[in-house]
């Protein structure tokens, strides 16, 4: 290929020279430019290997559906493999390389794998890693470990970096009544028409300039024209891909923002991620230019016809010298004039018999020789195109007439619509045997496709049935207009002539298919032979469009083939479905800001800072940010957390509980909507008072417990686990709303209003004594257990008070308006030091709970019952509940069903972990006899302990010696099972 | 994406919603037995076409909607709060 520049031809910008880098070294090329138009300037044929057999390739497009020219921008952390040359735009100091190839794209030691290309036929993976035919050699053998590894490596594409993207994204949201995707002669009618109509336009178009295929007329001025539809109210959006349609008309759409600069500018996002909701969508998406399978149709020096206009009228680059072009239809005439009048030799061979006369004598007086009956059917040549053997059709075979030496060869064997959107929404194309190609069916949902993609071939035609669509759009989306008519499809002097392959008479061809997965026509046979002949098993067992351009250009001629093979029309073989992403996008983009420490939102309590300022360790719980515990003197977690959990049993501590969830309930009827949502009885509750409540599933299962006060006659306050505070507060409102219509209840989330410190230990009451205004309100009398008061701390501060113990020690809970959470702190904080107290975190807080017995998350985990959690006395018999009817059902009642119990180790000085089984003794098997759901070092007993559920409960253990088998930690360890209440079991230290 | 037309908020991502389950469901009284409850909450049909569901806007007003919607196609045939009481009242206000 010997392409040139040319100086009055092209729309790219010829006096602002760009610098760019390839495979090491320095080339220039000009604003406006892709990076293949530069390339091909630069008379660079090579521009990467192929995927399997190493085959040099070159450009053969000028557009997204590229399978040659595939390459690896960037370098390091900003490396960017498989981005197709001829949609990057050129910037100023690109660096841009080869793939696949080793040590460069134009010497490739890997090219020996096209010479063993017998063995890497269609099916090749399976067959090898399975061992089967005829691989069956070596199976399960060293060697065999090792080859599949160099396989493995040897094929593929570019290669990823390492590194963390050091790139940002962001997303971004955007609504209108029409959306048109794609900015050709339809899609800019169609704009017009809607924005005429007072609709609110969003036109889009995956390039950097608008136009689609009018940029390859010479007199077609993008920038004049986008200032037009600017001026006409329309928002244009270039180097915009919408990648996928969703219900709704719901567009996902990717903006380049900054690919065409070295770096981003102003600290602005490289991509961006918008999610458009229109009203109305035109799918203006244009057709691509299909290939021709036959021998060598894949080297550098092969590109579609449309191609070749567009480097000329667009980027001013005439691509070859000797061009011959093969064809089955009318599109190419325009071009081969242009190509000619540029000043090469162009010499058309069209397989169809004959043609209008006036077209003959059209390009006749510009220099294009046409001969008919002729078709491609070998390239000579190894790294760019030398010669052309052309074949005349006798019967069903070719006979090789002439060869040809020309330096470019430019095929179209027609177009296919792009319908791939309109395939996201479900919508299966049907084949159209007079246009060759898939067309859209018509959608029950607001779409319109216009112009090519609804394969309508003339411009003039296009621009008719964009106005059509945005008549169309309006009219539905209620605003009246004049009639409108679309056009009719096709629009060709001459009927095309179906020509997708030309099948060789060599017993080994390379006819290509889908250049980037190496899929040739003789693996389509293959898999036929081999019974892979449903489409979807093809694409399958071929990997035929399966690459990153999904088969833009393949995909028809191996379905053409297969329908041969199976004497079927290509209408009943049908097509694979197409789905998202349209064109291949960034997961940094999907991902937008949501990395690292956005990933999820996180929920601090109002005495974070206070924490953190004290020592604190964190972890996360849920959303929730916790204190673990609160080292001293770098103290590691087993010492701090066993410390803490002493100082309380023995003195006082303190612990930020405000990530419980918290619930106001109010209204007449809260007493028995509370009575219907507890297992436990509600009904008598007394003001001032708080109860401890169990709440069931419909099912029967436990699904939370808490506490509820009740602040007055028709107001309670209810906690809930801080797992579970979102699902019960859902949960409140779905049972009022949807089935108790008739209680007078309203339900508030009050989670973040209240700062909640527990303080638990013996000297608990008199720590708070010091802090509240009237101490005499928190003595045993005033405040039993489960009493509360509603009162003010000594410095002014409004709080509730409730004695609730988790830790079995005389405790309180004491929850402020979250703004007085830090003051509250420190008033609690400075008092509790007088007594020796201390801060203790989550871990401790389950050290203590497990002593005691006390279930949370780890045991509530949605398989239990209330009985499972030795609960079941708490379980009201008088009243019937949420769950009442069902938590008794079959297997609920099993006598066998596993029961909460306490775990001891038999020798005291072991350790054990949760999520060990409990077998019998010699009889570890299966999912053993129970489990073990938390455990911990008990200072109160002075060995680990642990909290778990075995058949048959205590009573039917508690002499025998169990086994705690951990398999994937490789530990087996002797337990004692006793009851759950393992630390104070009569609750004595509950009353101080 | 779906798009709901919530009779509070408006037209919003489904997204911000928080599906419930089939409202053709009547739940039986508390007192009802273990019989009524499990062809209640167990025996449901998996229906294909036009649906009559639970939707809670749980990033929104929270009210709990009553939707009528196609499962294959995802269309909306109707949309109104599940609380008769708050329906009424959302009619008289936005006469719809």
Known sequence: MTAKRLKDYGKVNQDKILSFTWENKKYFGYKGDSLAASLLANNINIIGRSFKYHRPRGIMSAGVEESGALVTIGKNEYTDPNVRATSQELYEGLIASGQNAFPNVNFDLGYINNYLSRFFAAGFYYKTFMGLPPFEWGKGTKIWMIYEKLIRKAAGMGKASKMPDPDKYEHANEFCDVLIIGSGPSGIAAAVEAANNNLDVILVEQDHVIGGNLLSNSNFDFEEKKYFLQKAGIKVMTRTTAFGLYDNCVAGMIERVNDHFFLPKNNTPRQRFWTIRSKHIILSTGSLERHIAFNNNDIPGVMTVNAARHYLNRYGVLAGEKIIICTNNDSVFETSILLSKAGAKVKVFDIREKIDENTIKKLNTNNVEIEFNKAPLNIQGNKKVESIDIGIKVGNKYKKVNEEECDLVLISGGWSPVIHLLSHRGIKPKWDKENLCFLPSQSSEPITVAGSAAGIWNNDDCEASGIASGLKAANEIGIKTSDYFFPKQGGWKNPIFPLFEIKSNRSRSKSFIDFQHDVTSDDIRLAHREGFVSVEHLKRYTTLGMANDQGKMGNIIGLSIMADLLQKEISEVGTTVFRPPYTPISIGALAGRNVNKHFRPLRVTPLHDWNLENGAKMIETGLYQRPWYYPKNNEKLADAYIREASSVRKTVGLCDVTSLGKISIQGPDSTIFLNKVYSNAFAKLPINKARYGIMLRDDGLVMDDGTSWRLSENEYFMTTSTAHAAKVMLWLEELLQTRWQNLKVHVTSVSEEWAAVSIAGPKSRDTLSLCVEDPNLISNDNLPFMGLTQTKLNNGIPCRIARISFSGELAFEIYTPSDFAYNMMNILWESAKKFDGCLYGLEALGALRIEKGHVTGAELDGRVTIEDVELGKMASDKKSYIGSAMQKRGVLADKDRETLVGIFPRNKSQTFDAGTIICKKNEIKGYGIGRITSVTYSPGLGHWIGLGFIKGGYTEWKNTIVVGADPVRNKEIDLEIVSPHMFDPKGERLHG | ?96
Do not use: V
């Open chain 2, 1 to 96: 994406m779906i798009r709901i037309k919530c009779p509070y908020c408006g037209e919003r991502d489904h997204s911000e919603f928080t599906y419930g389950s089939d409202a053709s469901i009547e739940y039986p009284n508390l007192e009802s037995n273990a019989k009524d409850w499990t062809e209640a909450i167990f025996f449901r049909k998996n229906i294909y076409g036009k649906q009559i569901e639970t939707w809670h806007h749980t990033n929104g007003c929270r009210l709990w909607l009553i939707i009528e919607r196609c499962t294959i196609t995802h269309k909306i045939f109707s949309i109104k709060p599940a609380h008769p009481e708050i329906h009424k009242l959302l009619k008289n206000q936005n006469n719809i």
